[in-house]
């Protein structure tokens, strides 16, 4: 390859950055450089690759096909090159630890045990990116991942955290409504649950399979669909219906009488795994990730 080739990356970056914000006002603000220096280097590359990278649509300024097409792999390009100075900067151990997991788990059970970490080793920062889309850690900056599922996935090192056993839970004023005779342990039971009103995560995919294993479809069900487990939660802890839901995280809820637990099904292989990059592991990391394991083992 031929380095002579390759346009200037500071045109390369502003094409990109105008491509993806699909405004030059805003790529200029983003790379703290004025509008008419974005313009220049998008013609510049125009000029360069002798064809039209970014058409005018309204108050729009939109790639062509072309033009998406080499700000994909720009950006690609672009997170390697981020992703390999973090990893020469962490080697120094600068920097906070950054982890990333859902929203439900972070809520539900990282957060109550976090006050024994921080008072423990209160000189190692930690950032917490909840979010419920499955990344790249090492494209997207982060050291470890918390990921619901069987353990495994391309790419990255998992190690199991806890047991990820589903339970089907009601406020205890719902939970009432069942006949006395309701018992958990009946063949019947998960076809009674069918006559109490339920609230339902739409991106709950074990759901389905655990209704379909009972011999139920969603039809069966009246109910609330509602996108994301934290208003399902909030919902279900409201007395708004009955919901399934990972037992780790309506495990204290349980305990202290928020909710009643009506059926649990156990499977040994779904849980929540701890994941993170193949690598060295920064000290900083290793502390964390050791307290995470000790954390989980005594649940």
């Not at 190692?124 to 419920?132: C, E, G, N």
């Not at 074990?206 to 009972?214: H, K, T």
């Not at 202290?256 to 993170?276: F, H, N, S, T």
Request: hydrophobic share 40%; aromatic share 8%; proline share 5%.
């Amino acid at each position: 390859m031929d380095w002579r080739d390759i346009p200037s990356l500071s045109a390369l970056r502003a094409f990109e950055a105008a491509a993806r914000l699909e405004s030059y006002s805003a790529a200029a603000r983003s790379l703290n450089v004025t509008h008419a220096a974005i313009a220049q280097h998008v013609r510049a590359l125009e000029t360069h690759f002798d064809q039209s990278l970014m058409d005018r649509e309204g108050r729009r300024m939109v790639p062509t096909h072309a033009g998406r097409r080499l700000a994909n792999d720009l950006a690609n390009g672009f997170a390697e090159i981020a992703a390999g100075v973090r990893t020469l900067t962490e080697a120094r151990g600068d920097g906070p630890i950054s982890l990333t997991t859902t929203q439900t788990f972070a809520e539900n059970w990282l957060m109550p045990r976090l006050s024994g970490f921080w008072s423990g080793c209160p000189d190692i920062p930690l950032t917490i990116h909840p979010d419920d889309r499955l990344q790249d850690l090492r494209r997207a900056g982060h050291h470890l991942g918390i990921r619901y599922g069987r353990g495994v996935w391309p790419g990255v090192e998992a190690r199991f955290l806890t047991s990820a056993n589903t339970a089907v839970v009601a406020h205890p004023a719902l939970a009432a409504q069942l006949p006395e005779d309701y018992a958990a342990t009946a063949p019947g039971a998960a076809q009674m649950l069918t006559t109490l009103p339920w609230v339902i995560d739409e991106g709950y995919g074990e759901f389905s399979s655990w209704l379909s294993a009972q011999g139920l479809n969603q039809d069966d069900l009246t109910g609330t669909r509602l996108a994301g487990n934290t208003l399902v939660l909030a919902a279900c802890r409201a007395g708004a219906g009955v919901s399934m839901q990972p037992h780790a995280v309506i495990e204290r809820d349980v305990e202290e009488g928020r909710l009643v637990l009506l059926l649990e099904q156990c499977d040994a292989e779904l849980g929540y795994y701890l994941i993170r990059s193949p690598g060295p592991v920064p000290a900083r990391v290793k502390v964390f990730t050791d307290w995470l394991i000790t954390c989980a083992a005594e649940c």
